[in-house]
């Protein structure tokens, strides 16, 4: 967060930043306030319902991490050129076997036939035709079903560890779905550059954690979703604030008020979250919203939440806020936002408030712009900022 009391945007970028507002520009009173980079989640499954209730929560990149691309494409061309929707960079398809998750939560949604790989050999040809498709990194799936309650079959080893070798050789990070201890444990070992959730069936090992440390990799938290399935009741009480309730619409406040209910340990993954913290494993906030899939979860809505969750997890404010911008941002490659400073998009989030030393201040939006455009919080319009 930068230490100025002035930002000035020019054609959608930050121009400058210091102590002295330039003449005859249009100016915004921020007194009482803190102007904050946007917010990046950095997992979601999104939409443009997803995306435009996004915004309206000062989230204005999210990281969809598998989707169709048939239906991708068309929104990420509309986030280029439209400012009221959060912007957005994908997976595209994840590797999944044929026979296992999430193929056995997506029946009757008419999904096309998904691309895979089966052995080595075809791992170079999926990760190509993933990058035909604008993928900006590779998903794989690791997961045995065991904290649904189910047994599926799994992706074999040596094919993860093949496409996670494609992927590094065009360039591409390489993310592994990781809801347990064992699947995380395939990720570090196969080479990945981070895991998509931190698994919350058993506290993470010692060993995991220095070899996550020295490998350079990241975890995306998604405390939000293990809450929801440990019925912990973090949704509903969100949905109760006015704050987010009179920003969302009646399917997404009943969808936040509902929850998931599945085994999830959240004791479990705040105290593994702290230990990677501590140990210098680098932690970026995500969510896993959906498209109204998601029980307990809301786009936008529940990063805020994620960020309480990782507060509790031992992150200080700034270190939970940088989780949500320039840490995310920097990982994927997002040089120009997450942050505030000459050259950065001017994507940014005012608030009432210090959430740098309340950090559920983040809620508190007074105003939200996505490239200099400000967006009209009571409705669906973008305002250019001068």
Not at 149 to 166: H, K, M, N, Q, W
Not at 187 to 200: I, Q, S, Y
Not at 217 to 246: E, K, N, Q, W, Y
């Amino acid at each position: 967060m930068a230490d100025a009391s002035v930002v000035v945007v020019e054609d959608g970028t930050i121009a400058e930043i210091g102590h002295e507002a330039p003449e005859g520009v249009e100016k915004i009173d921020g007194a009482g306030g803190t102007l904050l980079p946007g917010l990046i989640d950095a997992h979601t499954h999104t939409d443009e319902d997803g995306l435009r209730t996004a915004l309206r929560f000062g989230v204005t990149t999210e990281l969809d991490m598998m989707s169709v691309p048939d239906a991708m494409e068309p929104l990420r061309k509309k986030a280029r050129a439209e400012f009221d929707v959060a912007d957005v960079r994908t997976a595209s398809w994840g590797l999944a076997h044929p026979d296992g998750h999430p193929h056995q939560l997506r029946r009757g949604l008419g999904d096309p036939v998904w691309p895979t790989a089966t052995v080595p050999g075809e791992a170079a040809a999926f990760v190509d035709g993933r990058l035909s498709e604008g993928a900006d990194y590779i998903k794989i799936m690791v997961e045995d079903g065991d904290v649904f309650g189910t047994s599926l079959p799994l992706v074999p080893y040596d094919v993860v560890v093949a496409v996670v070798e494609a992927a590094h050789e065009r360039g591409v990070m390489a993310l592994v779905h990781a809801l347990g201890a064992a699947a995380t444990r395939v990720a570090v070992e196969a080479g990945a550059d981070g895991v998509t959730h931190l698994h919350h069936d058993e506290v993470i090992s010692d060993d995991l954690v220095v070899r996550m440390r020295e490998q350079g990799m990241f975890v995306i938290s998604t405390l939000a979703v293990t809450a929801s399935g440990a019925s912990d009741g973090a949704g509903p009480r969100l949905g109760a604030d006015l704050r987010v309730a009179s920003r969302l619409d009646a399917e997404w406040r009943d969808n936040l008020g509902r929850e998931f209910g599945w085994n999830a340990h959240l004791p479990t993954a705040l105290r593994s979250a702290g230990l990677l913290h501590a140990a210098g494993v680098e932690i970026l906030a995500g969510t896993d919203a959906a498209h109204l899939g998601a029980p307990g979860i809301a786009h936008g809505a529940s990063l805020h939440d994620e960020l309480r969750l990782l507060e509790a997890a031992g992150l200080s404010p700034v270190e939970a806020l940088t989780a949500a911008t320039r840490r995310t941002a920097d990982r994927f490659g997002l040089t120009d936002r997450g942050r505030i400073e000459p050259g950065a998009s001017a994507d940014l989030v005012l608030v009432d408030g210090d959430p740098t030393s309340r950090l559920s201040s983040t809620l508190n939006t007074r105003a939200v712009w996505r490239r200099g455009h400000r967006l009209a919080l009571g409705g669906a319009t973008a305002e250019r900022a001068a």
